[in-house]
């Protein structure tokens, strides 16, 4: 399925950056702040924990607990089935990997997809500093353009990005001053044209061999599942892993509107599609439902968590309700 993006996406502000930038990521991380600290209160120290290394207190035995944490010291003095509650490791190295490609500067919802992107990282680094973890990321682009040659024909075309895209690292560090580093540095990355190597972005986790920890991999998966699938579930060997998905409206289906201009953002090809006809539209929908189906199963071969991010939706909310199912989850003893 191509990465067709209509024309008539909302374009970036010009002033997107210096004073107007900062302003919005102040705003953004209040709301964060806010929301996330009044619906996520409690021993909570990150999207997806592990059960814990450190023990905790006791309590008796209900139905769906885990057995394999009974307490058979107390359960013994006491008749009564007890099971060890466990407490998160609170040193938790986070690590992110941002896709910046030119197919996230789209949208046609309340935001764009890249800002979806942002948000999200925001969100993350919140749950991550106020535990006193450390925090890093590895942010991907596209291709930048080449440098002009000296002397060209007119006739000539330019030369096309050619090459796995830009990839730059933000060492993991704890407290907010850094964690604010982090962020400015994805609110502040630029967009270029060309494709993005997916699965060179995830294989920086892979390298070196870190600690156990949380990794994160931010992106709308438009890259084949065969670019990323194998650096994913070599990831998953060692870390815990979140794919945070971001998609829109319009990636999913058509809208009937006649002749719509469609580009792809990462190549500049244009095309016009009569969207019209129901039948294009119906193959388009069922073209979009298996190259989605496709993102899904191999993530879940990967063993990875998996959270649908909309351009059209709240996102905030739609990432407080995983939380909460994963929570939920954790406690009845099962697995994502």
Same mark, same amino acid.
């Given at each position: 399925?191509?990465?067709?993006?209509?024309?008539?996406?909302?374009?970036?502000?010009?002033?997107?950056?210096?004073?107007?930038?900062?302003?919005?990521?102040?705003?953004? $991380?209040?709301?964060?702040?806010?929301?996330?600290?009044?619906?996520?209160?409690?021993?909570? #120290?990150?999207?997806?924990?592990?059960?814990?290394?450190?023990?905790?207190?006791?309590?008796?035995?209900?139905?769906?607990?885990?057995?394999?944490?009974?307490?058979?010291?107390?359960?013994?003095?006491?008749?009564?089935?007890?099971?060890?509650?466990?407490?998160?490791?609170?040193?938790?190295?986070?690590?992110?990997?941002?896709?910046?490609?030119?197919?996230?500067?789209?949208?046609?919802?309340?935001?764009?997809?890249?800002?979806?992107?942002?948000?999200?990282?925001?969100?993350?680094?919140?749950?991550?500093?106020?535990?006193?973890?450390?925090?890093?990321?590895?942010?991907?682009?596209?291709?930048?353009?080449?440098?002009?040659?000296?002397?060209?024909?007119?006739?000539?075309?330019?030369?096309?990005?050619?090459?796995?895209?830009?990839?730059?690292?933000?060492?993991?560090?704890?407290?907010?001053?850094?964690?604010?580093?982090?962020?400015?540095?994805?609110?502040?990355?630029?967009?270029?044209?060309?494709?993005?190597?997916?699965?060179?972005?995830?294989?920086?986790?892979?390298?070196?061999?870190?600690?156990?920890?949380?990794?994160?991999?931010?992106?709308?998966?438009?890259?084949?599942?065969?670019?990323?699938?194998?650096?994913?579930?070599?990831?998953?060997?060692?870390?815990?892993?979140?794919?945070?998905?971001?998609?829109?409206?319009?990636?999913?289906?058509?809208?009937?509107?006649?002749?719509?201009?469609?580009?792809?953002?990462?190549?500049?090809?244009?095309?016009?599609? $009569?969207? #019209?006809?129901?039948?294009?539209?119906?193959?388009?929908?069922?073209?979009?439902?298996?190259?989605?189906?496709?993102?899904?199963?191999?993530?879940?071969?990967?063993?990875?968590?998996?959270?649908?991010?909309?351009?059209?939706?709240?996102?905030?909310?739609?990432?407080?309700?995983?939380?909460?199912?994963?929570?939920? #989850?954790?406690?009845?003893?099962?697995?994502?």
């Amino acid at each position: 399925m191509a990465r067709a993006a209509p024309v008539t996406a909302p374009a970036r502000p010009a002033d997107a950056g210096g004073e107007r930038n900062e302003a919005v990521l102040s705003r953004l $991380q209040l709301l964060v702040t806010r929301k996330l600290d009044g619906l996520l209160q409690g021993d909570y #120290a990150g999207l997806l924990p592990g059960p814990g290394s450190e023990a905790g207190e006791s309590r008796e035995y209900r139905p769906g607990d885990d057995v394999r944490r009974m307490d058979w010291p107390v359960t013994a003095r006491t008749t009564t089935p007890h099971v060890r509650r466990t407490v998160a490791d609170r040193e938790l190295e986070t690590w992110l990997a941002v896709d910046l490609s030119a197919s996230l500067d789209f949208g046609t919802g309340r935001w764009l997809k890249r800002d979806v992107v942002v948000a999200a990282t925001a969100a993350l680094t919140h749950l991550t500093v106020r535990g006193g973890n450390r925090i890093g990321a590895v942010i991907g682009t596209g291709v930048p353009p080449p440098a002009p040659p000296t002397r060209r024909w007119r006739s000539a075309p330019p030369p096309e990005p050619t090459g796995p895209g830009t990839l730059t690292r933000v060492p993991a560090r704890s407290g907010r001053r850094e964690a604010q580093a982090l962020l400015r540095a994805v609110a502040h990355t630029p967009l270029r044209p060309g494709r993005g190597d997916l699965g060179a972005l995830i294989d920086l986790l892979n390298r070196p061999p870190r600690r156990r920890g949380l990794a994160v991999v931010i992106s709308d998966f438009l890259a084949p599942p065969a670019q990323w699938g194998r650096p994913m579930r070599k990831l998953r060997v060692r870390h815990d892993v979140l794919a945070i998905e971001v998609v829109d409206p319009r990636e999913l289906e058509l809208p009937d509107v006649g002749v719509l201009p469609v580009v792809d953002p990462e190549t500049g090809e244009l095309h016009e599609v $009569q969207t #019209a006809d129901p039948r294009l539209r119906r193959r388009y929908a069922e073209a979009a439902a298996a190259q989605r189906g496709a993102i899904a199963t191999e993530l879940r071969a990967a063993g990875a968590g998996h959270l649908v991010l909309r351009t059209d939706r709240d996102w905030l909310l739609d990432m407080v309700r995983f939380v909460a199912a994963q929570r939920h #989850a954790r406690t009845r003893g099962t697995t994502r």
